[in-house]
């Protein structure tokens, strides 16, 4: 019987044969990626015994992104112990403040195919753009990684999905898998890895990936998977470096459910509030006002998104009753971002600029929403209070719908946009 991505990269790591579904596994992760909440996992940590020492320093990759710049005396409270900590502890891989969106960071400087990353954040799955096998973690867990080095995995079931044709104008990577999440409900694909295959998925770029395997947990699966192609190798060469070990699905690899889509016949969709599978075409809510747009985040604030976005808002200027927040998900795709020349055209057209971070996406600082207001957002969730305000309402969208929004005020797809403006 063939095997498919997770029960091999599992098996290497666990050192066994074979695993199958629903079978446990000890493993030792070669990446533990934590953030501001390394500020608790470290209390639970140092709580196991006195002068406890992290095993494997060189595992650990710590960034601070969460409220950064801090808000509060909190958050400074927080972000000194772990500065401190990792002084105490000798830990070699720290990213303060300025480096960007932990997600980010890792694509940039530690993912590798057939690593087996795992972090204090459910938006690690990313990584799985790189094949590699990127999971969440929670705190506890990442406490004993720090003393032990190791955990356990149960090995999920896989769904595949089958891509053809390439996107159209307006079209991203975001309409793919927020359609995906609205076909198969927020918790269609609980504790499922998903792997995309075929030649769209070949046809996507790097960030595309990023972005798809990013929200995969936004449908409740496990970790996500595309194939390490020669986009991959390129990408891996210019920023982590070093060797690496690719595991591909057999042809014969049994898989749960298969999904086929047809990227050509995608439209640009929206999910709205308050959950991201209720997903709907951006054409048909031309009648929602907004107040605000962000631009950015670790879903879509990579540097083809803010491109595409600086196409739209080049020579223009938003709506006056629309504030845009520009967000890059990371320091190196602002100093990219820079040196191309497309941060002007985006705060020439009204954008605010907002330092690497989190920022509002999670509702700590840098753009909370008030009372009734409405923010289009390029970011991966939508939960009621996710921006800081439970009485404010938050819609998703790529970065294209993103920009035209921007100009008009409301929802507006780029088909609409440009026939109105031809």
Request: proline content about 5%; glycine content about 8%; charged content about 20%.
């Amino acid at each position: 019987m063939g095997k498919t991505f997770v029960e091999k990269i599992l098996a290497h790591k666990a050192g066994l044969a074979a695993v199958v579904p629903g079978q446990t596994v000890v493993v030792e992760p070669d990446i533990v990626m934590t953030h501001d909440n390394t500020a608790a996992i470290l209390k639970t940590f140092e709580g196991i015994e006195s002068g406890i020492k992290v095993r494997f320093p060189e595992r650990h990759v710590i960034i601070l992104d969460h409220c950064t710049p801090a808000a509060n005396e909190t958050h400074a409270k927080n972000h000194k112990e772990i500065r401190e900590f990792v002084q105490r502890q000798g830990l070699p891989n720290f990213h303060d403040i300025h480096v960007g969106i932990c997600h980010q960071v890792v694509a940039e400087r530690y993912a590798k195919p057939g690593l087996l990353i795992v972090g204090s954040d459910s938006h690690t799955v990313m990584a799985g753009a790189f094949g590699a096998l990127a999971v969440p973690i929670d705190r506890v867990e990442a406490a004993g990684l720090f003393a032990e080095g190791r955990t356990w995995l149960m090995v999920p079931q896989t769904f595949k999905v089958e891509l053809s044709g390439e996107f159209q104008p307006g079209v991203t990577a975001k309409d793919l898998i927020l359609t995906f999440i609205g076909d198969i409900t927020a918790s269609g694909a609980d504790y499922r890895c998903v792997e995309f295959h075929g030649p769209g998925a070949a046809a996507m770029s790097v960030d595309d990936r990023l972005t798809v395997s990013n929200m995969i947990i936004e449908a409740g699966a496990k970790c996500a998977y595309f194939a390490p192609d020669d986009k991959t190798r390129e990408y891996v060469r210019e920023h982590a470096g070093g060797e690496w070990i690719e595991f591909h699905p057999d042809s014969a690899a049994e898989y749960e459910r298969v999904f086929h889509y047809d990227l050509s016949k995608l439209q640009a969709v929206v999910s709205a509030p308050h959950n991201v599978d209720k997903v709907k075409p951006a054409a048909e809510m031309s009648e929602i006002k907004v107040d605000q747009v962000l631009l950015g985040t670790c879903t879509n604030g990579r540097l083809s998104d803010l491109r595409a976005a600086a196409r739209v808002l080049a020579g223009r200027h938003i709506a006056p009753s629309v504030r845009l927040l520009i967000i890059p998900a990371s320091q190196q795709v602002l100093v990219d971002a820079l040196t191309q020349d497309l941060i002007r055209p985006l705060v020439a057209a009204g954008g605010t600029l907002i330092n690497p971070g989190c920022g509002p996406c999670m509702g700590n600082h840098e753009g909370i929403l008030a009372p009734g207001e409405v923010c289009l957002s390029t970011a991966n969730r939508n939960f009621k209070g996710r921006m800081g305000c439970k009485e404010s309402f938050i819609y998703l969208s790529n970065p294209v719908t993103a920009a035209c929004t921007a100009l008009t005020g409301v929802i507006t797809d780029y088909g609409t946009w440009r026939k109105n403006n031809a």
